[in-house]
C-alpha cells in the first residue's frame, strides 16, 4: 500500500501541491529503536500511518485516520495547511 499512495496518489497535481507546503519527513520503522519512536508519536506502528507534526515541538498535528488510497482522502487531510 505505501508504494501504490507514493505512485499514485502523492504525485497527482492537486496533492503535490498540497504536499508543497509540507516539509516531508519519514520513519522507517525497520529497527526498535525507530518503531518505538513512531509507537510514541502516533501510538501505532502500522505502515504507511501519516502524520502532520510541529518541527519545534515533534507535537502531533493532525494524523490521517487511514492509509491515503485517493486524491480525496489525501486532500482532506492536508488541508487547510496549518
Known amino acids: 500500500m505505501c508504494r501504490q499512495v507514493e505512485n ?11 504536499l508543497s507546503h509540507y516539509v516531508e519527513a519519514r520513519i ?5 529503536e525507530l518503531r ?3 509507537r510514541s508519536m502516533v501510538v501505532t506502528i502500522a505502515q504507511p500511518t501519516y502524520a502532520i507534526v ?18 480525496e482522502l489525501a486532500l482532506d ?4 495547511v496549518p
Do not use: C, G, M, Y
Open 28 to 32: 522507517h520503522s525497520d529497527t526498535d
Open 54 to 71: 510541529d518541527p519545534v515541538t515533534l507535537e502531533v498535528i493532525r494524523q490521517a485516520p487511514k492509509p491515503l488510497v485517493d486524491e
Open 8 to 18: 499514485s496518489v502523492l504525485p497527482a497535481p492537486a496533492v503535490a501541491d498540497a
Open 36 to 38: 518505538e519512536l513512531q
Open 77 to 80: 487531510f492536508l488541508l487547510p
